[in-house]
């Protein structure tokens, strides 16, 4: 939600801030704006509606000169997408700008306050009141402005990554971060910010993750100084990157959903690398804290979108193997719920970023309450990798799209693993019932690799139902939660109105929207419970509907009655969810392509939710 980058140093600021923000453009594309201090200490500061590339034409002939500044893309909180509403935010004197990620609860209050000391706003956003806040305080406290900053953000309630430019200080940034992510990347002579280190890559793996309530002092020439809100010298962590440039670009696709999509063959093959040895699964998280998993007397799954959907999966694989009760819980409703947390549950934190803010209060919520708080993040370093007690990374690679693909089958294949690691532990799976999902989980690239071969057939079957206004998803055993997903990435990146149920639910209600204009994807592999699906199948098209099938290869029996037949490789049950999440994806992949719509960039939605 919002993306941040900074930079000072000896070059050019401009390009590098400009390239940094495409890189950031996947947390919010509404609205973008650069501010720079040019050589002759003057603040220039240019935004526009729309995305980067509108900025871009709208920068051209003007000064963009100077080797310092700060740059923002917009999701919007406060305030409808605008010029005036796009960041950088700026002092009344023209002379202090700020980009902001994040929200101010009390934004209001202090408006009000400022308003009354005779403040003029221009903007509806709450970033405007932060930035007059800190030129109120500098001029009636006559303070630097670090000074002025830290008391500013004393005042502050909510979520905030900020960094701050002052041309009256052309050598020094200030940056500082609450609940949203800052990353600070250390050059030769030059420092960069970014909300993550995708836009500082390219110059520097050396970057500091700023903590809660940390502010930055980088100044040109100095190396960097860091100090928390109550004026304290924080030690700095220098980490080094371990992402490569290739992954963040296209390398040859049409979009980053496509490679992503296609990626999942080696994404799997990391996210499975070192854990499945000798037919046994090893997660160190779960090894390094025996107890908590054998004395867990109930595990609780938070998480929110694609993620929950995975937990969904999550808790029948942990159910079925390590036979702990387990209950998955939207994260924005179990912060809120008052919900009963004993200190012998174990809290399954899911998140791709690992910075969405429900999550992250969840886990919070549930460390106050005294549970063991275990996350499965992607993005290394990320909020909910740090706030969790343990856990375990998915290791797919930057995921830059914003309908998540990659990261739900890392996710659903972590969390097999740890089924499998829990079920070891406890002894509620036999050896060679591990052994043998452990061994499928090592055959799942290949499997991945045969289908993925269904993409000229998914893109020809595609363009009939361009023009559909509905569809339905229908999904049984582990494969419900897979319908729901199949459901969220069709409306998410095609606008098509989509519901995903579990297949025997059909009776008792959607069964009535059915008819010769409402498809319905039926996920129907080999397993347990395919008779019973093959029923639904014939409900469906009795009524007129047409069906597209995703089975198992071989069926002989789907083909018959089903309009279009997808064909997955055989897997065993449990691990059938990744694979038939294959040709979702790529169903909704075409049929948004088809209708002409900006898959990586859907209207609306931003990567990374770090608002309520
Ligand atoms: O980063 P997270 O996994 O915490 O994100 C959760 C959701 O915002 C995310 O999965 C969202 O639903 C995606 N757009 C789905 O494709």
Known sequence: MCGIVGYIGQQEAYPILIKGLHRLEYRGYDSAGVAIINPDDRLNIYKHTGKVAELETFCEAKDIAGTVGIAHTRWA????????????????????????????????????????????????????????????????????????????????????????????????????????????????????????????????????????????????????????????ESKIDIQTLRMSVSQLEKGGYPH????????????????????????????????????????????????????????LIGARLIENFARIPTRVEYASEFRYANPVINSDDVVIAISQSGETADTLAAIKLAKERGAFVYGVCNVVGSSIARETDTGTYIHVGPEIGVASTKAFTGQVTVLAMLALAIAQLKGT???????????????????????????????????????????????????YPNALEGALKLKEISYIHAEGYPAAEMKH??????????????????????????????????????????????????????????????????????????????????IAIMKGCNVDMPRNLAKSVTVE
């Open 429 to 479: 799976a036999s050896r060679s019932q591990v052994a043998e999902v452990a061994r499928s989980i090592q055959k799942l690239p290949e499997l991945i690799k045969e289908t993925l071969l269904l993409n000229p057939q998914i893109e020809k079957l595609s363009s009939t139902y361009t023009y559909v206004h509905n569809f339905l998803y229908l999904g049984r055993g582990y494969n």
């Open 77 to 232: 909180t406060h305030g409808e997408p605008s010029d005036i509403n796009a960041h950088p935010h700026y002092s009344t004197n023209g002379k202090i700008a700020i980009v902001h990620n994040g929200t101010i609860e009390n934004y209001n209050v202090l408006k009000q306050a400022l308003i009354q000391h005779g403040c003029e706003f221009v903007s509806q956003t709450d970033t405007e009141v932060v930035v007059k806040l800190i030129e109120y305080i500098q001029t009636s406290n006559n303070c630097t402005l670090l000074d002025a900053v830290r008391e500013a953000l004393s005042q502050v309630v909510g979520a905030y990554a900020i960094a701050v430019i002052d041309s009256d200080h052309p050598d020094t940034v200030i940056a500082a971060r609450k609940s949203s992510p800052l990353v600070i990347g250390i050059g030769d002579g030059e420092t960069f910010i970014a909300s993550d280190a995708s836009p500082i890559i390219d110059y520097t793996n050396r970057v500091v993750y700023l903590r809660d309530n940390e502010i930055a002092i980088i100044s040109r020439n100095e190396p960097l100084k860091v100090i928390t809100t109550d004026n304290k």
């Open 256 to 311: 980053f959903m496509l490679k992503e999509i296609f990626e999942q063959t080696e994404t799997i093959f990391d996210c499975v690398r070192g854990r499945v040895v000798n037919d046994t699964i090893k997660l160190s998280g779960v090894s390094d804290h025996p107890d908590r998993f054998i004395n867990a007397g109930r595990i609780i799954i938070v998480a929110c979108g694609t993620s929950w959907h995975a937990g």
């Open 509 to 590: 209600g959607p069964i009535a929207l059915i008819d010769k204009e409402m498809p319905t994807v039926v996920i129907a592999p080999d397993d347990d419970l395919h008779e019973k699906v093959i029923s639904n199948i014939q409900q469906v098209k009795a009524r007129g509907g047409s069906v597209i099938a995703i089975v198992t290869r071989g069926d002989t029996t789907i083909p018959k009655i089903a309009d279009h037949v997808l064909e997955i490789p055989p897997v065993p049950e449990a691990l059938s969810p990744i694979i038939a999440a294959i040709p979702l994806q790529l169903l909704a992949y075409h």
